[in-house]
């Protein structure tokens, strides 16, 4: 897979990615948009893109850790690795993403 990358004077640049380094470095981008959103001047943001998800399941690192795998629409594949005590928090948070989602919009 490549990345192409264009600069402010039209060149072109392509970085290649194996297939399996595409979903960290999904969520390393992400942590560096937070890190430069918390840096910005108090009022100024960011625009922020949701990643639309497509579906997801629970499943199984190759390690034995749980996770979730989650499809975005773009096709890109990602499992998140919790542990057991975030499963538990996770479970504790449902109740309220319940009432979220049933929750009518005035």
Not at 15 to 21: G, T
Not at 50 to 79: C, H, R, Y
Request: proline letters at 5%; charged letters at 25%; a negative charge.
């Amino acid at each position: 897979m490549s990345l192409l990358l264009i600069d402010s004077e039209g060149r072109n640049f392509a970085i290649e990615i194996e297939p399996q380094v595409v979903a960290p470095m999904i969520a390393i981008m992400s942590a560096h948009g937070n890190e430069l959103r918390a840096a910005l001047p108090r009022g100024e943001d960011l625009p922020i893109q949701a990643l639309d998800v497509k579906n997801f399941t629970i499943a199984m690192t190759p390690e034995g850790d749980l996770g979730w795998q989650i499809e975005l629409s773009s096709g890109v594949l990602m499992v998140l690795k919790f542990s057991k005590e975030q499963f538990r928090a996770l479970d504790g948070q449902m109740t309220e993403v319940r009432q979220l989602v049933d929750r009518i919009v005035q």
